[in-house]
């Protein structure tokens, strides 16, 4: 059995309009919403083995201001390829894992959604369609595959076992 987290940016700024897109920092709702789903994801005891990040500005600022609801240290690797990657970049990447039980991927739409819906072939209907209308800045796809290694990761195998966005979150 493999885990598999999908975890998109926070709302990033775009105060400074001259800033590069690789450069943005998280926004002050960004922040908010890192708040409820650090609680979120330490409240369930959501603990990936490894963390893949892209290396753009929001998406390190959401890896800092998730990192103390896992409760301890992640091996994470900060990878160029995961910077806007689309779907089957990310596919590709997650294939070449070692032994390791569950990833997490703090990354960018479109690919994060493509991906996420590609590879959930079964979960509960509503959570699958809500997963299908958007991803928005801030949402978490949990997916579990019965597989044994990595590389059988493929369209259809996994289950949808969770979709939160942030929003969900300030409900209560």
């Not at 609680?39 to 963390?51: D, E, S, W």
Request: glycine letters at 10%; a positive charge.
């Amino acid at each position: 059995m493999k885990t598999l987290y999908l975890l998109r940016h926070f709302k990033s700024s775009w105060k400074d309009k001259d800033l590069e897109d690789f450069d943005r920092p998280l926004g002050k709702r960004g922040r908010r919403a890192a708040e409820l789903m650090a609680g979120y994801v330490a409240r369930n005891g959501i603990v990936p083995t490894q963390i893949l990040c892209s290396p753009s500005r929001r998406t390190r600022e959401t890896l800092d201001r998730m990192l103390d609801s896992f409760g301890g240290t992640v091996p994470t690797r900060f990878e160029k390829g995961v910077y806007l990657a689309d779907a089957s970049v990310l596919l590709r990447r997650l294939r070449r894992l070692g032994d390791t039980a569950s990833v997490m991927i703090i990354g960018h739409n479109p690919g994060l959604e493509t991906l996420a819906g590609s590879l959930a072939g079964s979960g509960e209907e509503t959570t699958r369609t809500r997963l299908a209308s958007k991803f928005p800045t801030g949402a978490l796809a949990v997916l579990s595959a019965e597989i044994q290694n990595w590389r059988d990761l493929e369209a259809g195998c996994a289950r949808l076992d969770a979709f939160v966005c942030p929003r969900d979150l300030e409900k209560g």
